[in-house]
């Protein structure tokens, strides 16, 4: 267990993150009524709640202080999938299956939809 | 039989069993939840026609709950930090905010999910509804756990304070730590549901 003068560290660490976390809500709500197009828009509105997610993270969550391999190592396998869940939407627009593509062959007999 | 590791770290892992259980269940939430954002931007990337958020739902509502679950949030960092340094009544005045602040959260999403069936704007109406009744509803679901088991510590649980102190305290972390995932899920749903 960690000594009282840490806990009080850690209390004037939460006040601090307490009053960004407001903070970032309210930038968070004006922004959204910036006319920055919506694509802008999505990405703005993204980095601020990943900020306020990484405040909560670091210091809530006390993951700044976490030293041990096998939580980060759980940390930052849920981080790769995470981003393997994201990849789905932008795969499932790349591929091309079921879509016709003319092979680049003179020959070819040309393809008739039906 | 006593369980092991509940205090002490585990020479192997570094940390105690309590805290490495907790993340593993948060590491499946994170796909859980990560699952429907995904789902949320194939919808939207494959609608024709998108509505902006604030024209369906309310930002000066969706903003209070903001500020009221981040609120939750602090007062439970309070509770725990209030064990630490041994006082009990600090904790039940914090863990009994928290468990509040909760309770408002949910009031005022009921009014909110009432105005929407009294307007017939139920999950089969659009798509954007029914995104956003699935995923509010998830959530809404994991503060209702949450309101049990801090409800408990609160309560009943609180007991253990007075013979093992040390346990109760790490108890009281590891609802914190869901608590701030509840928290943190809440602080991306309100942008991409509200506001885009």
Known sequence: ?114 | MEIPYTVAERPDTGVNNVKLGIWLFLASEVMLFGGLFSTYVILRLGGTDWPLGSDILSVPIGTFNTAVLIGSSVTMVMAHASLKLNQFDQFKKYMGLTVVLALVFLAVKSYEYYDKLSHGDLPSATTFLAIYWTMTALHGLHIIGGVVVNGYFWGPGSKMFHTKPEMFANRVEAAGLYWHFVDLVWIFLFPVLYLL
């Not at chain 1, 006040?15 to 990405?43: C, D, H, N, R």
């Not at chain 1, 709640?49 to 202080?65: C, E, I, N, W």
């Not at chain 1, 790769?80 to 680049?104: H, S």
């Open chain 1, 1 to 114: 267990m960690s000594g009282s003068h840490d806990t009080e560290h850690h209390i004037s660490a939460y006040k601090k993150v307490a009053g960004a976390l407001a903070v970032l809500t309210v930038v968070t709500v004006l922004a959204s009524y910036v006319e920055v197009g919506v694509a802008l828009g999505i990405v703005l509105a993204l980095i601020i709640a990943s900020a306020k997610g990484s405040l909560v993270a670091s210091v809530f969550m006390h993951l700044k202080d976490e030293k041990s391999l096998w939580l980060t190592g759980t940390l930052v396998l849920t981080v790769v999938f995470w981003f393997v869940l994201m990849l789905i939407p932008i795969m499932g627009r790349m591929d091309n299956i079921g879509t016709y593509k003319p092979l680049p062959n003179a020959n070819a007999v040309p393809y008739v939809p039906h």
